[in-house]
């Protein structure tokens, strides 16, 4: 049974050019603390984003732009990580990353009420807005779909300290992809002619969808072999992944976990069944 194959074994073609987002670690962390930094100036803006449209086009502009920036830091570290799921700094960086989109929801958890306040239920605030702003524009779909969101949404108080929970209440599903990536080993699969071939999750699809049908089945029987060793962690992981949808949708008050998934797009439930 093989370990899976590392960054460095891969030839640098076949790897993601995370080079291109930063060109290494050192860039990285100094824009994470730099995000840190600005992430604690967007507390100014609270109380104030509807004193005038002008003022709330600037919040949009300041959030949207550190929000592309902390995007760029969590892709970067979930390329690092997903070409080798046992890079231990490339998973610490990427822990940090997430980290930092945690503390930017819990920093700007006060709008969002702020905003539904203002609006109060009135669709033509938000006529109102643009009318004096035209470059809110960009923005009406996100302003109408807070007016469906208001009735669902909690205090700035508790939707803060829920933004802040997002990374310790995600920590489940991570686990169970760090078992699946990186801790779980499969045996090699078998070729029509006896060779083997390393089964793991960045080469099941290329062995499952070779013209060898003894490879297709071997590696079926590696790989679901692999998972049922687990069933129980997984059973047990994907069961805290529930619990946390659902404690969410009864404090919100949604129907069901499908309401809360449907409710930010407009589409009614009975659409999806």
């Known amino acids: 049974m093989n370990a899976p194959f590392t960054r460095a ?5 076949a790897t993601w050019n995370r080079e291109a987002i930063f ?3 050192n860039e990285y962390d100094d824009e994470v603390a730099s995000i840190a930094s600005a992430t604690a100036d967007l507390a100014s803006f609270a109380g104030t984003l509807t004193d005038s449209p002008a003022r709330l086009m600037e919040w949009f502009e300041t959030f949207c732009a550190l929000a592309d920036r902390a995007g760029r830091t969590v892709t970067f570290a979930t ?3 997903s070409v080798d799921t046992s890079d231990t700094e490339a998973k610490a960086k990427y822990g940090q990353a997430i980290a930092t989109i945690s503390r930017m929801a819990g920093a700007t958890a006060f709008a969002e009420p702020e905003l539904m306040e203002a609006l109060d239920g009135k669709g033509e605030k938000i006529d109102e807005w643009i009318a004096r702003e035209p470059g809110l524009e960009p923005y009406r779909s996100y302003l109408e779909a807070l007016l469906r969101k208001a009735a669902f949404t909690l205090s700035g108080e508790v939707e803060s300290v829920l933004g802040n929970l997002s990374d310790a209440l995600s920590s ?3 686990t169970l992809a760090e078992l699946a990536g990186s801790d779980m080993k499969f045996a090699d699969a078998k070729d029509g002619g006896g060779g083997d071939h390393r ?9 499952y969808t070779s013209d060898d049908r003894a490879l297709r089945q071997s590696t079926w029987e590696s790989f679901g072999d692999g998972y049922r060793q687990f069933q129980n962690t997984f059973a ?3 069961l805290g992944v529930i619990k946390q949808s659902v404690f969410e949708v009864r404090e919100r ?3 069901s976990v499908l309401h809360q998934r449907l ?3 407009g589409l009614p439930v009975g659409v999806f069944h």
């Open 263 to 265: 409710e930010p797009t």
């Open 172 to 174: 489940t599903s991570r």
């Open 79 to 81: 390329l690092s990580v």
């Open 23 to 25: 060109p290494t670690w």
């Open 236 to 238: 047990a992981g994907y």
């Open 199 to 207: 089964v793991g999750q960045g080469t099941f699809m290329a062995n």
């Open 253 to 255: 008050g949604y129907d």
């Open 9 to 13: 074994e891969a030839p640098q073609e």
